[in-house]
């Protein structure tokens, strides 16, 4: 049977007309960038800590020390070869695949460090924090407060006398909770707290925080600390629990790098706080940067088990049962979704640009480019995080049956992902970061103003478009299923979307009634990118013929796919699509389907994820799903160490045998009859 599976895998292989090597570097933003994946992942791969076979099977707590374990062996790599931020982060986040203790100390704690620290302070700091001698979390969110920042309820209290700050947790709410390394493992914290002299509080500034004994890891005075306990997923992570009671520290443990108190008390507001804001974006750039991995691996697997999995009627197909691709609904569920990794992947790519010419205009002194980075990166963190978590679990039912065991490699990862629709800004709320940015830009508009030329690429049609009534009206695409028809379509929804709010805003309509919209507008936006940006990359990549008619076929049926199956109501609502017109965008989405079909495993091989990353029994390379699924039984532990030398399991003696010998009582008919007589009276 698993040679079936594995002559089905390759005749698909065999069928395929694009160039892997080409798609495989388009995906992963360049030759040199893809170089230096696989050059950590060779790193990541010959390391046994970082293995993940039968991690299926571990307890929490082993877990959490298997983390351990790759924390340490990372740090040692990381001193050995010098890697940089992003290789850490590529290391880390990407390859070892679970949030471990050091990932929070790398991703977090540094970056804060780094970036809020004055320069005396990073003197001081910097060398035993890069070698993780120190080694530190980001302590904000509160059991009471996460996403409002002024709810915080931890205080740090200037005592000028003793020149110190008293950080203290004033009620049973205002305890840190969710900190990643907080429960078991950081000496350190970047502790979030509302500043107080005199007083008086100047809001919520980062502290650094000594929690653990460098000596013996004990908990410093006043300080209680515990691990939250079981989550959806990030096992190996000790989320924290905090308290502080009157816990003390020097002045100058507060951050410094952009507002300063002196002993007297004196408080200094940061003149230019402008690189602060950039440098924390790049977080969120980072996750929009990774989204397209996160589902590349999902729809790996569930593209290959499809391609392997036979089942159906020999009727209508010919050659035996179908394979399960060859359905039309199993084409629709998963071939939209390979689009959107490569979708998403080219944005992210963008995003990154998108940042770096940010971050290069600030250094220059010009912020006119800092709420445009500041709100596609909220936005499309919101979008990306939700798709790609969304359709994770959407490629894992579309594997039917055996797509419910763990040994599916898609699961495992997506517990710990789901985290990355919470953090960082949660989801919902992060529309409406975006939106506020739209409106501005809407009454620019209505004021007459020229679009920035920083901003034209990201905003510039919205100013075409609502420069006067009559431009949106105007508005018809010719062909709309050619590139710049589609791109037309999603620009001229995202424009009328924001006139409805826009205009609803002039008029006074209060914030918290429009939420809604918002949410819709900040999605219509980023869909606009998303679409426009992967066509716009196709056609200046160089491909060859057949792989860059398969790419656009993909590019098209990503947008149509949006258009007809995800938010058709908004693209009619105005009459903008005749119901010929959709009449013919479907028969092209089916056409599309049917063409990309004879790519889709060459394609998902062009992701390049190894089977040792992957780590599923359904979606590894040879195809041989069932071979590698009863392989992977082998080891549960009620096979092997739950048993006795006769496979007998523990607990027979207890809670079998007393059943099957009826020493449990004998079940009547009548008595059940009687009892629900008498509940009837
Ligand atoms: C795995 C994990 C790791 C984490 N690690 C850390 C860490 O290391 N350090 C740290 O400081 N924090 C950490 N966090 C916490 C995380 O940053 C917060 O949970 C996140 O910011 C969301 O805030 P919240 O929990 O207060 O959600 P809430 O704000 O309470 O959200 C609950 C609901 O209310 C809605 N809502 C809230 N406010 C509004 C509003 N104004 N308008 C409309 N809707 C609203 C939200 O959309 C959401 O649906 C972590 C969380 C997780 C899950």
Redesign the pocket.
Same mark, same amino acid.
């Given at each position: 049977m698993s040679n079936q599976q594995a002559l089905d895998i390759e005749r698909e292989r065999s069928g395929s007309t694009i160039n892997q090597q080409q798609v495989k570097e388009l995906f992963h933003g360049g030759a040199e960038s893809l170089s230096k994946r696989e050059w950590i992942a060779s790193l990541v791969a010959k390391e046994p800590v970082f293995s993940k076979t039968g991690q299926e099977f571990l307890s929490r707590a082993e877990r959490f020390h298997r983390g351990l374990a790759k924390g340490k062996r990372f740090a040692e790599l990381r001193n050995q070869y010098g890697l940089d931020q992003e290789e850490s982060m590529l290391f880390l986040k990407l390859f070892v695949d679970d949030?471990v203790p050091a990932c929070?100390h790398i991703d977090?704690f540094l970056p804060v460090l780094r970036n809020q620290s004055s320069k005396e302070q990073w003197a001081r700091w910097g060398s035993e924090a890069e070698s993780m001698r120190m080694l530190g979390?980001?302590?904000?969110? /509160?059991l009471g407060? *996460?996403?409002?920042l002024s709810g915080l309820e931890t205080t740090a209290t200037l005592d000028k006398a003793a020149d110190e700050w008293v950080i203290n947790s004033p009620t049973a709410s205002a305890a840190?909770?969710?900190? *990643?390394?907080?429960g078991k493992t950081c000496t350190h914290a970047a502790v979030?707290a509302q500043l107080i002299i005199d007083g008086k509080s100047y809001g919520a500034h980062p502290f650094l925080v000594p929690i653990r004994s460098l000596d013996d890891h004990t908990l410093l005075p006043g300080i209680r600390a515990l691990d939250i306990g079981p989550?959806?997923?990030?096992g190996q992570?000790d989320?924290g629990w905090a308290m502080f009671d009157q816990v003390r520290i020097p002045r100058t443990n507060m951050l410094m790098g952009y507002s300063q108190v002196d002993q007297d008390g004196t408080y200094h507001k940061p003149l230019n706080d402008r690189l602060r804001y950039g440098t924390m974006t790049y977080v969120r750039v980072h996750i929009v940067e990774f989204a397209s991995l996160a589902l590349s691996r999902a729809i790996t697997i569930a593209v290959r088990y499809s391609v392997v999995r036979r089942q159906g009627s020999t009727r209508m197909y010919q050659g035996g049962e179908p394979q399960v691709l060859d359905y039309q609904t199993q084409q629709h569920r998963l071939l939209p979704l390979l689009a959107q990794a490569y979708a998403f992947s080219i944005t992210g790519h963008w995003m990154g640009r998108h940042y770096h010419t940010l971050m290069d205009m600030l250094q220059n002194g010009d912020d006119s480019l800092l709420a445009d980075v500041h709100a596609y990166s909220s936005a499309l963190k919101s979008y990306t995080t939700k798709v790609v978590a969304d359709g994770s679990e959407d490629a894992r039912k579309s594997m039917g049956g055996h797509g419910y065991s763990m040994f599916n490699g898609i699961s495992e990862p997506l517990g710990?992902y789901?985290?990355t629709n919470?953090? /960082? *800004? /949660?989801?919902?709320?992060l529309t409406?970061q975006a939106a506020s940015y739209l409106l501005k830009i809407y009454r620019a508009i209505k004021a007459g103003k020229q679009v920035l030329p920083a901003q034209e690429y990201t905003v510039g049609y919205l100013y075409r478009l609502l420069a006067s009534p009559a431009a949106l009206a105007e508005d018809r695409p010719k062909d709309i299923l050619s590139p710049n028809g589609l791109v037309a379509m999603f620009e001229h929804r995202a424009a009328r979307l924001l006139r409805a709010v826009g205009d609803a805003h002039l008029d006074g309509a209060g914030w /918290?009634t429009q939420?809604i919209a918002f949410a819709q507008l900040a999605r219509a936006h980023v869909q606009v990118l998303v679409v426009r940006n992967f066509f716009g990359e196709l056609a200046h990549h160089r491909l060859d013929g057949s792989t860059a008619q398969a790419m656009l076929d993909l590019a098209k049926l990503h947008a149509l796919h949006l258009v007809l199956y995800t938010d058709l109501g908004e693209f009619v609502e105005d009459g903008f699509l005749a119901t010929a017109q959709l009449d013919k965008m479907r028969a092209e989405y089916l056409r599309l389907l049917q063409s990309i079909r004879g790519n889709a495993v060459a394609l998902v091989d062009a992701f390049g994820w190894p089977d040792w990353y992957l780590n599923s029994a359904l979606g590894a390379s040879d195809g041989r799903a069932y071979d590698r699924l009863v392989e992977a039984i082998q080891s549960e532990p009620l096979n092997t160490t739950e048993v006795d030398s006769r496979g007998v399991i523990r607990g027979y003696d207890e809670f079998i045998r007393p059943l099957i010998r009826g020493e449990c009582g004998e079940f009547s008919m009548r008595m059940q009859e009687a009892r629900h007589a008498k509940a009837k009276m």
């Amino acid at each position: 049977m698993s040679n079936q599976q594995a002559l089905d895998i390759e005749r698909e292989r065999s069928g395929s007309t694009i160039n892997q090597q080409q798609v495989k570097e388009l995906f992963h933003g360049g030759a040199e960038s893809l170089s230096k994946r696989e050059w950590i992942a060779s790193l990541v791969a010959k390391e046994p800590v970082f293995s993940k076979t039968g991690q299926e099977f571990l307890s929490r707590a082993e877990r959490f020390h298997r983390g351990l374990a790759k924390g340490k062996r990372f740090a040692e790599l990381r001193n050995q070869y010098g890697l940089d931020q992003e290789e850490s982060m590529l290391f880390l986040k990407l390859f070892v695949d679970d949030f471990v203790p050091a990932c929070l100390h790398i991703d977090m704690f540094l970056p804060v460090l780094r970036n809020q620290s004055s320069k005396e302070q990073w003197a001081r700091w910097g060398s035993e924090a890069e070698s993780m001698r120190m080694l530190g979390c980001y302590a904000q969110t /509160e059991l009471g407060h *996460g996403s409002n920042l002024s709810g915080l309820e931890t205080t740090a209290t200037l005592d000028k006398a003793a020149d110190e700050w008293v950080i203290n947790s004033p009620t049973a709410s205002a305890a840190k909770y969710w900190i *990643g390394a907080l429960g078991k493992t950081c000496t350190h914290a970047a502790v979030v707290a509302q500043l107080i002299i005199d007083g008086k509080s100047y809001g919520a500034h980062p502290f650094l925080v000594p929690i653990r004994s460098l000596d013996d890891h004990t908990l410093l005075p006043g300080i209680r600390a515990l691990d939250i306990g079981p989550k959806v997923g990030a096992g190996q992570m000790d989320n924290g629990w905090a308290m502080f009671d009157q816990v003390r520290i020097p002045r100058t443990n507060m951050l410094m790098g952009y507002s300063q108190v002196d002993q007297d008390g004196t408080y200094h507001k940061p003149l230019n706080d402008r690189l602060r804001y950039g440098t924390m974006t790049y977080v969120r750039v980072h996750i929009v940067e990774f989204a397209s991995l996160a589902l590349s691996r999902a729809i790996t697997i569930a593209v290959r088990y499809s391609v392997v999995r036979r089942q159906g009627s020999t009727r209508m197909y010919q050659g035996g049962e179908p394979q399960v691709l060859d359905y039309q609904t199993q084409q629709h569920r998963l071939l939209p979704l390979l689009a959107q990794a490569y979708a998403f992947s080219i944005t992210g790519h963008w995003m990154g640009r998108h940042y770096h010419t940010l971050m290069d205009m600030l250094q220059n002194g010009d912020d006119s480019l800092l709420a445009d980075v500041h709100a596609y990166s909220s936005a499309l963190k919101s979008y990306t995080t939700k798709v790609v978590a969304d359709g994770s679990e959407d490629a894992r039912k579309s594997m039917g049956g055996h797509g419910y065991s763990m040994f599916n490699g898609i699961s495992e990862p997506l517990g710990t992902y789901q985290a990355t629709n919470t953090f /960082e *800004g /949660e989801n919902v709320l992060l529309t409406q970061q975006a939106a506020s940015y739209l409106l501005k830009i809407y009454r620019a508009i209505k004021a007459g103003k020229q679009v920035l030329p920083a901003q034209e690429y990201t905003v510039g049609y919205l100013y075409r478009l609502l420069a006067s009534p009559a431009a949106l009206a105007e508005d018809r695409p010719k062909d709309i299923l050619s590139p710049n028809g589609l791109v037309a379509m999603f620009e001229h929804r995202a424009a009328r979307l924001l006139r409805a709010v826009g205009d609803a805003h002039l008029d006074g309509a209060g914030w /918290e009634t429009q939420l809604i919209a918002f949410a819709q507008l900040a999605r219509a936006h980023v869909q606009v990118l998303v679409v426009r940006n992967f066509f716009g990359e196709l056609a200046h990549h160089r491909l060859d013929g057949s792989t860059a008619q398969a790419m656009l076929d993909l590019a098209k049926l990503h947008a149509l796919h949006l258009v007809l199956y995800t938010d058709l109501g908004e693209f009619v609502e105005d009459g903008f699509l005749a119901t010929a017109q959709l009449d013919k965008m479907r028969a092209e989405y089916l056409r599309l389907l049917q063409s990309i079909r004879g790519n889709a495993v060459a394609l998902v091989d062009a992701f390049g994820w190894p089977d040792w990353y992957l780590n599923s029994a359904l979606g590894a390379s040879d195809g041989r799903a069932y071979d590698r699924l009863v392989e992977a039984i082998q080891s549960e532990p009620l096979n092997t160490t739950e048993v006795d030398s006769r496979g007998v399991i523990r607990g027979y003696d207890e809670f079998i045998r007393p059943l099957i010998r009826g020493e449990c009582g004998e079940f009547s008919m009548r008595m059940q009859e009687a009892r629900h007589a008498k509940a009837k009276m």
